[in-house]
Nanobody, 121 residues
Framework: QVQLVESGGGLVQTGDSLRLSCVAS?????MAWFRQAPQKAREFVAA????????AYADSVKGRFTISRANAKNTVYLQMNNLKSDDTADYYC?????????????????WGQGTQVTVSS
């Protein structure tokens, strides 16, 4: 079992920045961020391999969001800049294997409880 705890969400205004953090109870996994807006399906945001050498981003966040990790702290980060109202959602951290399916929710067996991000215009 891997436990994931997210933090860093909040209420911000359009154009602001936030940094989300996710602390894992164990190591060795690819990590990803997904988000889910009210009445919408969970969608992929970003992923990073265990060593950090591979990353992936949803087109909607490329150039604005950056995923990174500090393995010594078992922590993955999501730096979100130039936030838009469309970024409003619950953000979830996930842990799983590095695979061809790593941008899909089904790739991940471990999930955090989520942290809420609200971007007000």
């Amino acid at each position: 079992q891997v436990q994931l705890v997210e933090s860093g969400g909040g209420l911000v205004q359009t154009g602001d920045s936030l940094r989300l953090s996710c602390v894992a109870s164990s190591s060795g996994y690819a990590m990803a961020w997904f988000r889910q807006a009210p009445q919408k399906a969970r969608e992929f945001v970003a992923a990073i391999s265990w060593g950090g050498g591979s990353t992936a981003y949803a087109d909607s966040v490329k150039g604005r969001f950056t995923i990174s990790r500090a393995n010594a702290k078992n922590t993955v980060y999501l730096q979100m800049n130039n936030l838009k109202s469309d970024d409003t959602a619950d953000y979830y951290c996930a842990a799983g294997p590095y695979s061809d399916a790593w941008t899909t929710p089904g790739n991940y067996g471990y999930w955090g409880q989520g942290t809420q991000v609200t971007v007000s215009s």
